[in-house]
């Protein structure tokens, strides 16, 4: 894991710093369809346009580049998960947008329940890791 030391400014025009946590590539790697299709499940977008909203709506966590997220959303969508519908958008220009599939939709619920399945384990770990066992004396 690794920090992405950011500087913003606010409206006085002072600086300030913050600091972000980025995911491993293998964290990266497994929420990344999550995600996509978890927006995608709200509304179809285009491909900039989940882009932004990957990086918006995770705070910069999930942030990723078109470079990274066409490769996904041609493999979400060779599996059935997504198609690809051209549309003109709202600006006039013509845009291929992607949207769920029903298929795509059973996959995210089954695997948005395993990701809770998973979140939950991990708190049990914790909360028992928090609570140390007492040690028997010899």
């Known amino acids: ?3 992405i030391l950011y500087t913003n ?3 006085d025009g002072l600086p300030s710093l913050e600091v972000q946590m980025a995911l491993d590539r293998e964290w990266m790697r ?3 369809a999550l995600a996509a299709l978890t927006l995608l499940a709200r509304r ?3 491909g900039y346009e989940l882009v932004e909203a990957l990086e918006r709506d ?3 966590i999930l942030e990723m580049g078109q470079s990274s ?3 996904l959303l041609y493999n979400l ?3 059935g998960h997504l198609r690809s519908v051209e549309r003109t958008a709202p600006t006039g220009r013509r845009r291929k947008y992607y949207e769920l599939t029903s298929a795509g939709r059973s996959w995210l ?3 948005q329940n395993q990701f809770d399945a998973v979140v939950r384990a991990l708190r049990r770990i914790g909360r028992a890791a928090s609570r140390p066992e007492p040690v028997e004396e010899r």
Do not use: C, H
Request: glycine share 12%; aromatic share 24%; hydrophobic share 30%.
């Open 1 to 3: 894991m690794y920090y």
């Open 9 to 11: 400014f606010y409206s």
């Open 30 to 32: 497994g929420a990344a």
């Open 44 to 46: 179809p977008m285009y």
């Open 58 to 60: 995770s705070g910069g």
């Open 69 to 71: 997220l066409y490769p």
């Open 77 to 79: 969508e060779a599996r």
């Open 109 to 111: 619920d089954s695997q």
